[in-house]
């Protein structure tokens, strides 16, 4: 079993880091394989709607200049993800935000059923926020959201300050250790017949309704 682990800061090794490696370390003892990836601090696309990926169905953004396409395939070939950002604004990094949009746009369908979590760094305030921000990706693609002893969240501003918050660095080894068992669980769980849901066709539902369009 393998976790995917990317931190969504512009700093290679400050406190989203520090937060991510310790649920990596816990993940470990419960004899789960992690990768820590940092999506770096150069320019991410956003998402400009264009429809190619869903056309040519290849699970693959058609900009592939930056990290999205190369994320997409480590993340469908790990059992669970875990995504960390510091906080902007009471909310996640932008580039982590055009990141994920693309990303699950694209190769949604190869993550569902993944557990996974989202985890905010904050210096005082906005942080369930943010977290609250990265899980709704999950949520909407039917991927377990993994919980811990409190929010997924941390505080520090300057790198190193979240060695002193000792109840965020249990949070984030809590995190990993759930992760590991629910993991372990759903191993079990394939192991004895059960697998996931089909998915049903979608069905889109507009407010408004082109009848209802003045021509």
């Not at 669980?185 to 069905?203: D, F, M, N, Q, Y």
Request: proline share 4%; net charge neutral.
């Amino acid at each position: 079993m393998k976790v995917l682990l990317i931190n969504g800061s512009p700093r290679m090794a400050g406190n989203t880091a520090r937060a991510l490696q310790e649920a990596a370390a816990a993940l470990q003892a419960e004899g789960v394989e992690t990768e820590l990836v940092w999506i770096g601090n150069k320019e991410i696309r956003g998402c400009i709607a264009c429809g190619i990926c869903g056309k040519k169905g290849d699970n693959r953004c058609v900009f592939d200049s930056d990290p999205c396409n190369e994320l997409i395939q480590k993340a469908a070939a790990a059992d669970g993800l875990i995504v960390g950002s510091p906080v902007y604004y009471a909310g996640a990094a932008g580039s982590l935000i055009a990141l994920l949009d693309r990303m699950f746009y694209a190769g949604g369908s190869l993550l569902r059923f993944k557990p996974a979590a989202g985890v905010a760094v904050a210096r005082r305030a906005g942080a369930i926020e943010a977290a609250d921000q990265i899980n709704k990706y999950f949520q909407i693609n039917s991927m377990p959201v993994v919980g811990s002893s409190y929010w997924n969240i941390i505080f520090g501003r300057t790198p190193g300050e979240v060695e002193g918050d000792g109840e965020g660095l249990h949070t984030m080894r809590t995190l990993g250790r759930n992760m590991a068992w629910l993991l372990k669980s759903l191993e079990a769980a394939r192991e004895a017949g059960i697998t996931p849901p089909e998915i049903e066709p979608k069905v889109m539902t507009n407010y408004v309704r082109e009848d209802a369009l003045e021509r």
